[in-house]
C-alpha cells in the first residue's frame, strides 16, 4: 500500500464509526466521529508497532513464507541483505488496517495475497474471544477516555482494489459509488490529534482481547515492549567536596534492566537464579559473581570511584507472548509477578518496577532494528531453531522468530554497555552486538547524521552502546528440576512436581521433596557428574541458606540417608519462603498501591527509553513530532 493509499484509507475509512453503527454504551460513536479528515505519519503512532508485536505472536511463520513478494525480494538478494522487517511487514500492514476497525480496505492488485491474509489474522483473532465480554477490561470510572466498546477485536472488511482512476472496485469488479482522492491535502484540513485518540482506543481493546495488562498504569506517548538483565555503567565527572585537596571524582551510574516472563507461576529458580540476584544488586550495587565471554571475573571496585544505581525490573509480557497464552490468566499473572517481585525484596524507593507493555519504546524499537536486521542472523537463532524442528512452522509464531530482535531492543533502549546474562543467553546478546555494529555504521556515521541530530536538538553520537556480556554466576547455584536433575527447572514443565513454585502453601513444598527423584547410593555429595540429583537438592538446600558454606552444609547432611535429609530440606525451603508468600499476599491485596507502583516504574522507565528511541528515529530520517 502506497503512503497516498494508506492517507485515503485512514480519511475514508478510519472515522466512519456512525456509519459503522460501532455505538459506545453511552451511546456516542466509536471510533470518534469528526468534520476533519486525519492525517498522520506512521511513527509518530506508536500503537501501530505495538499492535504489530502483537500480531506477531499470534501469526504462524507459514503465513509469512508463502508472501510472494518476499519470496522475490529474498531469491533475488538472499536472506544476508534481506532485512526481517521486509519478511515481518505484512503483520504491520495488517496492525494499519485493523487498528481503524476499517471494515473495506482500498489496496493494489499486488497486495491481494497480502490482505487475504490479514482476513485469515482477523478470523483467528476472533475466533479465540467469541465471549467477548469477558476479555474486555473495564477502566475506572475516573478514565472514561479509555472505554473499550463492545464489538469483535477485529472488524470484518472486504478487500477493495483501487483502479487507475482513483475509484475502488469490489471483489468481482462492482464499483463503489465512493471515489477515493489519492492526493495528500494540506496540513490545515487535518486533526493529527484525532488519529492518536483513535490508536489509544484500539490497542487497549487488543490488549484486553489477548489478556495483556494495559490498566491505569500504562503510560501514553506519542512516538515511542527474559529474562534480559541490563547493566550500564557510564562515566562522568563531578567535583568532590574536600576540604583539603578539591580534585574531580568519577561518577559510575550502573544501570540494570531485568525481567521474568509472567506465565505461570514464578518458581524457586526464578526466585534464587534471577530476583534474589537482583535484590543483592539493589542492597549492594554488585552481584555476587559475574564473569565475561573469556570466563575471567569482572572486577567493577576502583579507586576514587562513587557508584550510583539506577535498577529498573519489569514483567515481560512482550516476551510471553511468543507463545499461546490464556488471555483470561496472563493479566493476573502480570499482576502476580509485580507483586512477588515487591514480596522478594525489591524496594520501589531504590528500584522502579514496571510492565514491558506500558513502556511502547519497546514494540517501537524492535520494529526499527527488525528493518536492520539480516534474515539469516535470526534463521541460526537455537532457541528457535530446536522449537521450529519440534512444533513446525505451522504451530510456532513469527513472534518467537523475531523476539531475539525485541530483546536487543530492551537491552538497547537503556545504553548498557555491560549486560549481565545467563549462560544460555550468550547468542543473543551476540546477535544483539552485530545490530549495533550494523546501525551505527549504517545509520550513524557522516555529515548527514550530525545535522539531522541538529535540527532535532541531540547530540550526534551513535545511538547504540555496544554491550560487553557479562555471565551472572548466582551464587554458584542452578536449580534445576525435581523430577530430573539435569534439567533446568522450568515453569513450561508440564509436571508441577517438577518445581517448587514460591508460592506452593507448606504441605505441597513438603509433599513435592518427599516425591522428588533421588538415586540408591549411600550418603549426600556434591559434583558428583554421577549423581546430578545430589548435587541439586544440595543447592537448594545452600540456597536458602545463604550464610552457610558449602563445608558447613556437607558436615551436618553428608552422611544422611535421602529419608532423613529430605524433611530437613522441606524446613528449610519453607521457612525461607514464608515471609516473602506473607508479603506478597500484603501486596496483592493492595492493588491500588501495586498500580501505582508500576505506573511510577513505567513513567521512569519511559523518560529513559524515549530519549533513545528518539535518537534512533533520527538516525534513521523519521520526522519527528513536535
Not at 534474589?276 to 552481584?287: D, L, P
Not at 564473569?291 to 579507586?303: A, F, K, R
Not at 519440534?390 to 548498557?416: H, N, R
Request: with cysteine.
Amino acid at each position: 500500500m502506497s503512503a497516498d493509499e494508506f492517507r485515503s484509507f485512514v480519511r475514508r475509512e478510519a472515522w466512519r464509526g456512525e456509519a459503522a453503527g460501532r455505538r459506545r454504551r453511552d451511546g456516542t460513536s466509536w471510533p470518534p466521529t469528526s468534520n476533519r479528515a486525519a492525517s498522520l505519519d506512521q511513527s509518530h503512532v506508536s500503537a501501530h508497532a505495538e499492535l504489530a508485536w502483537l500480531l506477531n505472536c499470534a501469526t504462524p511463520m507459514n503465513w509469512l513464507e508463502r508472501m510472494i513478494q518476499f519470496k522475490d525480494k529474498a531469491k533475488k538478494a538472499g536472506t544476508e541483505s534481506v532485512g526481517v522487517g521486509l519478511f515481518t511487514y505484512p503483520v504491520l500492514m495488517a496492525a494499519d488496517i485493523l487498528l481503524y476497525q476499517a471494515d473495506r480496505v482500498p489496496v493494489g492488485g499486488g497486495q491481494k495475497l497480502e490482505t487475504a491474509s490479514y482476513r485469515t489474522v482477523e478470523r483467528e483473532q476472533n475466533s479465540n474471544h467469541e465471549e467477548g465480554e469477558r476479555a474486555v477490561r473495564r477502566p475506572s470510572s475516573n478514565r472514561s477516555s479509555a472505554f473499550v466498546p463492545k464489538f469483535a477485536a477485529f472488524a470484518p472488511f472486504n478487500q477493495a482494489a483501487v483502479n487507475s482512476h482513483g475509484v475502488t472496485e469490489r471483489e468481482g469488479g462492482t464499483k463503489t459509488q465512493t471515489a477515493i482522492k489519492t492526493t495528500i491535502a494540506s496540513d490545515e484540513g487535518f486533526d493529527y490529534n484525532v488519529g492518536r485518540a483513535a490508536s489509544r482506543q484500539a490497542v487497549p481493546l487488543l490488549r484486553a482481547r489477548s489478556g495483556v495488562f494495559h490498566g491505569e498504569a500504562t503510560t501514553e506517548c506519542g512516538g515511542q515492549g527474559i529474562a534480559t538483565r541490563l547493566f550500564a555503567e557510564t562515566a562522568t565527572t563531578t567535583e568532590e567536596a574536600k576540604v583539603e585537596v578539591p580534585k574531580k571524582k568519577k561518577v559510575v551510574t550502573r544501570r540494570i534492566l531485568s525481567g521474568v516472563q509472567p506465565t505461570g507461576s514464578l518458581h524457586l529458580g526464578n526466585y534464587l537464579g534471577a530476583i534474589k540476584q537482583w535484590v543483592e544488586f539493589q542492597n549492594t550495587g554488585r552481584f555476587a559473581a559475574a564473569e565475561n565471554l573469556e570466563g575471567e571475573d569482572m572486577n567493577e571496585e576502583e579507586e576514587d570511584v562513587e557508584v550510583v544505581n539506577e535498577n529498573f525490573f519489569c514483567v515481560v509480557d512482550l516476551h510471553a507472548i511468543t507463545v499461546p497464552q490464556d488471555p483470561s490468566e496472563l493479566e493476573e499473572a502480570t499482576l502476580a509477578s509485580a507483586a512477588l517481585y515487591i514480596a522478594a525484596g525489591i524496594d520501589p524507593a531504590k528500584s522502579k518496577v514496571f510492565v514491558q507493555s506500558h513502556v511502547s519504546a519497546h514494540a517501537e524499537l524492535a520494529w526499527l532494528l527488525n528493518c536492520a536486521t539480516p534474515m539469516n542472523w535470526l534463521e541460526r537463532m537455537i532457541q528457535f531453531k530446536d522449537k521450529a524442528k519440534k512444533a513446525g512452522t505451522e504451530s510456532v509464531g513469527v513472534g518467537l522468530f523475531t523476539y531475539p530482535v525485541l530483546m536487543a531492543a530492551d537491552i538497547l533502549l537503556y545504553q548498557a554497555d555491560r549486560v549481565p546474562v545467563g549462560e544460555d543467553q550468550r547468542q543473543h546478546l551476540e546477535l544483539a552486538r552485530d545490530i549495533v555494529r550494523r546501525f551505527n555504521g549504517e545509520y550513524c556515521k557522516g555529515g548527514p547524521y550530525k545535522k539531522r541530530c541538529k535540527r532535532a536538538g541531540i547530540p550526534s553520537y551513535p545511538a547504540f552502546t555496544e554491550p560487553e556480556a557479562m555471565i551472572v554466576k548466582a551464587g554458584g547455584a542452578r536449580i534445576m528440576s525435581l523430577t530430573e536433575g539435569t534439567n533446568k527447572m522450568s515453569k513450561s514443565d508440564p509436571a508441577d512436581g517438577s518445581r517448587i513454585n514460591v508460592l506452593d502453601p507448606p504441605d505441597v513444598i513438603r509433599d513435592k521433596i518427599r516425591r522428588c527423584k533421588t538415586d540408591s547410593l549411600p550418603g549426600i555429595e556434591w559434583d558428583n557428574p554421577d549423581r546430578p540429583e545430589s548435587t541439586n537438592l544440595l543447592q537448594i538446600y545452600a540456597a536458602v541458606q545463604p550464610e552457610r558454606s558449602r563445608e558447613d552444609i556437607l558436615e551436618e547432611v553428608g552422611d544422611m540417608r535421602w529419608g532423613d535429609f529430605k524433611p530437613l530440606l522441606a524446613d528449610a525451603v519453607v521457612a525461607h519462603l514464608e515471609p516473602i508468600q506473607k508479603r506478597y499476599a500484603e501486596v496483592r491485596a493492595d492493588e491500588e498501591y501495586l498500580r501505582g507502583v508500576l505506573r511510577e516504574g513505567a513513567e521512569a522507565a519511559d523518560e529513559i527509553a524515549q530519549r533513545t528511541l528518539k535518537t534512533a528515529k533520527v538516525a534513521m530520517g523519521f520526522s519527528i513530532p513536535k
